[in-house]
């Protein structure tokens, strides 16, 4: 096993080497193998030890035997102690979430710390069979039944063409010693109940189907680039990034039959569960809209607007003391005095002081809005020219209005009102900028 993960390592994961690495060692057979084959290659490592406290004094004796092992082959250690479930009540995480959060957030704050360029897993072949096994039983995209990734990132998973069976025979041969879970022995966990009841049977039925299970992830792996391929060419010709949104054209889209493969290939990564809510979007009338928690789609007329959830509230006002104030939030406004000028674009307009109150207020639209139009005669509700405008649902969203008291002074960076706006008759102009 030592020459075939040699072997392995220099042909998939030649960066590492004269590189710095942290192994993730919880004691049981398949990190305490995996550092003895880094050791045995000579590999600058460290390792990491997690006591989630869940087994009481067995975690106590994961953590004691990680820390010997380490001092005898003269190995750096880290160790840490988690109250896992105090955290998992506090974020309403499941045990297994909340300890994969908890492990994975300080492995990185080693890394960053210690100056050590890769984070080194156990994970192995009968690993990634049982997770295409939970993600196939629960549902899933192509991504889900293309297994563990051998590599993240910074995270690098050099056991995953290595069975159990293998990694177990090779420390007996070695006389390795480690520690066995014995939470692994309980049926309670979804993966357990895989790994004792389901996967043997896979193995009876079939002597070489880890074999065949990796000849398979390799098809799909194949299948899932090609995939990822056709994608990114329909999003060229379908998809306009905007400054502060994404646009899905939809008569561009309907021109492809598997235009639902490609919605979802493009918005999984942005928190979407609601699937067909998201195609429904497409024949849905203008306006209507899917959440997820950092994201919104919007149907707007011709296509999708796809954009961040923003944390300002609707209600959020912000005041204006004097011109002499400086404006960063929620925009960057810049008042300045003026010696003569009218108003010149959507960007910058020029006001007469004498006519505003202050403090002056920066707030989102409200029904009942209305304002002056500069270039127009009368009064306009805002609605009404938000509809003209042809703004979306997320535009009106964003826009913000600059107000003297309750009289809107500027639909910011788009247009003035005339009440505001100077004249001949001017005694203190002063101008108002938006800047990018």
């Known amino acids: 096993m030592l020459t075939k993960f040699q072997n392995h390592i220099e042909q998939s994961f030649p960066q590492l080497k004269d590189k710095k690495l942290l192994l993730a060692v919880s004691g049981g057979v398949d990190s305490m193998v995996l550092m003895h084959l880094f050791q045995q290659l000579h590999y600058d490592i460290a390792i990491a030890h997690c006591n989630f406290q869940l087994r009481g004094l067995e975690s106590d004796g994961d953590e004691l035997f990680v820390q010997v092992k380490s001092e005898k082959l003269q190995v750096k250690s880290y160790c840490i102690r988690f109250d896992t479930e105090s955290y998992s009540k506090e974020n309403k995480l499941s045990i297994q979430l909340a300890a994969r959060k908890l492990r994975y957030n300080w492995f990185q704050e080693l890394l960053s710390e210690n100056q050590l360029d890769y984070l080194v897993t156990a994970h192995h072949l009968d690993d990634n069979v049982e997770t295409f096994l939970i993600n196939f039983i629960r549902g899933t995209g192509l991504d889900g039944l293309t297994g563990i990734p051998p590599q993240n990132e910074n995270i690098i998973r050099p056991l995953l063409p290595f069975s159990r069976k293998e ?30 009841d389901i996967v043997p049977v896979f193995k009876e039925l079939n002597i070489g189907f880890l074999d065949s299970f ?74 209507k809209q899917v959440f997820s928690e950092t994201h919104i789609l919007l149907k707007d007329r011709e296509k999708l607007v796809l954009s961040e959830r923003k944390t300002t509230t609707k209600d959020a006002v912000f005041f204006i003391e004097s011109i002499d104030s400086k404006v960063n939030i929620p925009l960057k406004l810049v008042f300045s005095r003026f010696s003569g000028g009218e108003y010149v674009n959507s960007n910058c307009i020029f006001v ?39 703004y979306s649902l997320i535009d009106k969203e964003n826009q913000w209005l600059l107000c003297s008291e309750d009289q809107i002074i500027w639909v910011i960076g788009k247009r003035a009102d005339n009440r505001f706006i100077t004249n001949k008759t001017t005694q203190n102009p002063i101008k108002i900028e938006l800047e990018e």
């Open 352 to 390: 007469d002081k004498d006519k505003l109150k202050f403090p002056l207020i920066i707030r989102k639209w409200k029904e009942g809005d209305y304002f002056y139009p500069s270039v127009m005669t009368g009064k306009k509700k805002l609605s009404k020219y938000f509809k003209d405008e042809k």
């Open 167 to 196: 990694i177990e025979n090779y420390a007996l041969d070695n006389k390795i010693q480690w520690r066995e879970d014995s939470s692994n022995a309980s049926d309670k966990y979804f993966r357990n109940k895989l790994r004792h």
């Open 214 to 287: 990796q000849n398979t992830l390799h098809h799909l792996q194949q299948a899932g680039s090609l995939v990822n391929d056709a994608s990114k060419l329909v999003y060229e010709k379908v998809v306009e990034q905007k400054e502060n949104h994404v646009e899905i054209h939809l008569k561009a889209l309907l021109q492809f039959k598997n235009y639902k493969a490609y919605l979802f290939q493009w918005l999984k990564t942005y928190g979407f569960s609601a699937w067909n809510d998201i195609y429904d979007l497409v024949d849905a009338q203008s306006g």
